[in-house]
């Protein structure tokens, strides 16, 4: 991505990070807590759910995919623009931003997961 220039190339980096970062938590947690975890919490924070420790993967698994997805996007759409450097940075750093924040808000959700399957604990959401 450094071919679209500093700030792009950086931010494919990132991406990358944002997507590995997960799944290297789950290979710590996982293997350390027991084979069952509550997975779904009431209103008032107490286990309606138990699920398989390995169901913990998923949202991992769906940051790596989306983020690999993104980043080889980002670089076929700013190559569809390659008439027009400037066009092609701000097309690539473009999908690689909404990337990253994708990538961000989904591990901030899965700190959430490892937080509940650790402790048995959750926030209760009234779904």
């Known amino acids: 991505?450094?071919?679209?220039?500093?700030?792009?190339?950086?931010?494919?980096?990132?991406?990358?990070?944002?997507?590995?970062?997960?799944?290297?938590?789950?290979?710590?947690?996982?293997?350390?807590?027991?084979?069952?975890?509550?997975?779904?919490?009431?209103?008032?924070?107490?286990?309606?759910?138990?699920?398989?420790s390995y169901e913990l993967l998923a949202l991992p698994v769906l940051n790596l995919l989306l983020s690999v997805a993104t980043y080889f996007t980002a670089g076929r759409q700013a190559k569809n623009n390659d008439d027009s450097v400037a066009m092609a940075r701000i097309v690539c750093e473009r999908y690689l931003r909404n990337g990253c924040i994708t990538g961000v808000f989904l591990n901030v959700i899965n700190v959430y997961f490892m937080y509940s399957a650790i402790t048995g604990t959750g926030f209760g959401f009234g779904f």
């Open 1 to 52: 991505m450094f071919k679209y220039g500093k700030k792009a190339g950086y931010m494919g980096i990132a991406l990358l990070v944002l997507a590995v970062l997960p799944l290297v938590v789950a290979a710590f947690v996982i293997p350390n807590i027991g084979p069952e975890v509550a997975t779904k919490f009431n209103a008032a924070g107490e286990v309606t759910r138990w699920g398989k």
